[in-house]
């Protein structure tokens, strides 16, 4: 009888292996089947898209395939898991073109603030730049962005003022001689200006204030003509507001008038060596109608057919019978006064 326990235990030895490596596989198989037959839920978002996609898959580059969700060589995704599930969110890539101070490029954002785009490429936005486009906005394909680099300056800077010419005709030179008597010479004026430069170029210059620190010196030039009927060396040479007298002074005038001129001496009667103002006849002394001519005035007098040339000459008389547009010429003898006689002149009024 106490051999029956070990025989049964040869026989069923075997068995009993067979029957647990049965087991085993059952649980194995068991165990695999469902991980490798599970579907897997993936919700997927692109841009405002979102929908959910059920598949055996789990890489999320197939997933997107299956689900028809096209990438372009520049867009991307991000994978994360949250409650079971595959939260899958594709990035679009967006041509951004940025002109950044007169250079232009072409960035790729995935959205991002403006100000978050442009501290990734180092660029500057704050200070003395100036950024086209808020720099709190998103992000969008195809955006345009312009950085400037503004400076607004003050300056204060020196110009030439161009000098004038004058040209006086003078019927004592050849025709078409010309002397320049005066070299013209170019003034300055002190200028302040508003100036703004963008990207280093001036875009607008705006003066302020202007000052004069050197005035022009006016060129005169004499042209001979060579003509008249009456050629006189003392004759001077006349232009537009200069005289230029035959010993080479220059006077200015500002304006001209036609007034009929007689001659006086210091002997006719009611005339003595005083003038009205109280200075003493001479040649160049004018008896003037003071309400017309003030006294003072100084004058430049010659007949305009050129016969006589009075010179310079200051209105300090009077006299009852110079009224209006008559002038009385200071001559010292009677022989001279009745050689004027009566003529028209031209009376410069000097400056």
Do not use: C, H, K, W
């Given at each position: 009888m106490s051999a029956l326990p070990t025989l049964g235990s040869q026989r069923n030895g075997p068995l009993a292996r067979v029957i647990a490596i049965a087991i085993l596989l059952v649980f194995l198989v068991s165990g695999v089947a469902p991980t490798a037959f599970a579907r897997n839920t993936y919700v997927i978002t692109d841009g405002d898209e979102t929908r959910t996609y059920t598949t055996y898959t789990t890489d999320p580059a197939q997933v997107l395939d299956q689900a028809g969700v096209?990438?372009?060589?520049?867009d991307t995704y991000t994978a994360v898991p949250l409650d079971g599930e595959t939260a899958i969110t594709v990035q679009?890539?967006?041509n951004i073109y940025i002109y950044n101070c007169g250079e232009a490029s072409k960035e790729i954002?995935?959205?991002e603030t403006v100000q978050e785009l442009l501290d990734r490429l180092g660029i500057p936005s704050s200070g003395e730049y100036t950024v086209s486009v808020p720099l709190d906005e998103m992000t969008h394909d195809g955006m345009e962005i312009r950085v400037d680099f503004v400076v607004h300056s003050r300056q204060t800077y020196t110009v030439d003022l161009p000098y004038e010419t004058t040209v006086c005709y003078d019927p004592n030179l050849p025709e078409g001689e010309e002397h320049i008597l005066i070299p013209g010479v170019n003034g300055q004026m002190q200028k302040t200006a508003d100036v703004v430069y963008i990207n280093k170029e001036e875009i607008s210059h705006n003066v302020v204030e202007e000052t004069v620190i050197q005035e022009p010196v006016k060129q005169i030039v004499t042209v001979g003509t060579g003509t008249g009927e009456y050629i006189d060396s003392d004759a001077p040479a006349i232009g537009d507001g200069v005289i230029v007298?035959?010993?080479?002074?220059v006077l200015t005038y500002s304006r001209t008038a036609q007034f009929v001129a007689t001659a006086y001496t210091h002997t006719d009667a009611g005339c003595d060596f005083i003038t009205a103002t109280g200075t003493t006849v001479h040649i160049g002394?004018?008896?003037v109608d003071p309400t017309v001519?003030?006294?003072g005035t100084r004058?430049?007098?010659v007949a305009n057919d050129g016969s006589y040339i009075y010179g310079i000459s200051t209105a300090e008389d009077c006299g009852g019978a110079i009224k209006n547009n008559r002038l009385d010429l200071y001559f010292p003898t009677t022989a001279e006064c009745f050689q004027f006689g009566v003529r028209d002149c031209t009376v410069y009024f000097l400056d």
């Open positions: 096209e990438l372009g060589a520049e679009r890539s967006q954002s995935y959205g007298t035959a010993d080479g002074e002394t004018v008896a001519i003030p006294y004058m430049f007098i």
